[in-house]
Nanobody, 126 residues
Framework: QVQLVESGGGSVQFGGSLRLSCAAS????????VGWFRQAPGKEREFISS?????????HYADSVEARFTISRDNRKNTVYLQMNSLTPEDTAVYYC??????????????????WGQGTQVSVSS
């Protein structure tokens, strides 16, 4: 089965930037929609962004990040990225990527996914 591994997390100051990567092994991401989620301490898992399968690259963003985050994918590298700019302490969380088959990410954005990564920590200091 497909395995997903997140990387690129770390500690940054207020206003800083990070680029997260979600790399797949054991299969291709070409036919899978991919989403990013985060979970802060004491909080429920939150949808962040998604991108559809194939080459259409239809994206969705949570209102809280739409102006600051950008999701993209490179199928040749079997990787999906999340560029995060203007980070604030409210962005501190463990970030997860997830993937699911389907032309639409409707269910994926609600947390239904076939594959999940292990998560990468993002910490933003004020």
């Amino acid at each position: 089965q497909v395995q997903l591994v997140e990387s690129g997390g770390g500690s940054v100051q207020f206003g800083g930037s990070l680029r997260l990567s979600c790399a797949a092994s054991g299969g291709t991401l070409n036919g899978l929609g991919v989403g990013w989620f985060r979970q802060a301490p004491g909080k429920e898992r939150e949808f962040i962004s998604s991108i559809t399968a194939g080459n259409s690259f239809t994206t969705h963003y949570a209102d809280s990040v739409e102006a600051r985050f950008t999701i993209s994918r490179d199928n040749r590298k079997n990787t999906v990225y999340l560029q995060m700019n203007s980070l604030t302490p409210e962005d501190t969380a463990v970030y997860y990527c997830a993937a699911s088959a389907g032309l639409s990410t409707h269910n994926l954005r609600r947390g239904s996914a076939a594959f999940w990564g292990q998560g990468t920590q993002v910490s933003v200091s004020s």
